[in-house]
Nanobody, 124 residues
Framework: QVQLVESGGGLVQAGGSLRLSCAAS????????MGWFRRAPGKEREFVAG????????YYTDSVKGRFTISRDNAKNTVYLQMNSLKPEDTAVYSC?????????????????WGQGTQVTVSS
């Protein structure tokens, strides 16, 4: 059973930076895809960024390209989301999720494992 634990959320002013971490335990080689999703109050869950453990392939939603960077440390079984130039509209609960090899990044319903989420609040 894969368990995901996020950390690194908080309150930051617009233009600031935060780095989120997602520590994965119990992962096997079949659990290759990792994604970051977010849900803002009153809005639907949104894909933010994804990465594969095996080859480091990354994918971003358009609104975060050039500002956010997803990376992974296979030795630590940890995925990171570096968020720079944060905007108030980035305010949301951010969750990491894991999916089997070959899963399309954007398909939230294909992710099997989810963390508990971490709050990111960007003040204007």
């Amino acid at each position: 059973q894969v368990q995901l634990v996020e950390s690194g959320g908080g309150l930051v002013q617009a233009g600031g930076s935060l780095r989120l971490s997602c520590a994965a335990s119990g992962r096997t080689d079949k659990d290759d895809v990792m994604g970051w999703f977010r849900r803002a109050p009153g809005k639907e869950r949104e894909f933010v960024a994804g990465i594969t453990w095996s080859r480091g392939i990354t994918y971003y939603t358009d609104s975060v390209k050039g500002r956010f960077t997803i990376s992974r440390d296979n030795a630590k079984n940890t995925v990171y989301l570096q968020m720079n130039s944060l905007k108030p509209e980035d305010t949301a609960v951010y969750s990491c999720a894991g999916a089997p090899y070959g899963t399309r990044f954007l398909q939230a319903n294909e992710y099997n494992y989810w963390g508990q989420g971490t709050q990111v609040t960007v003040s204007s």
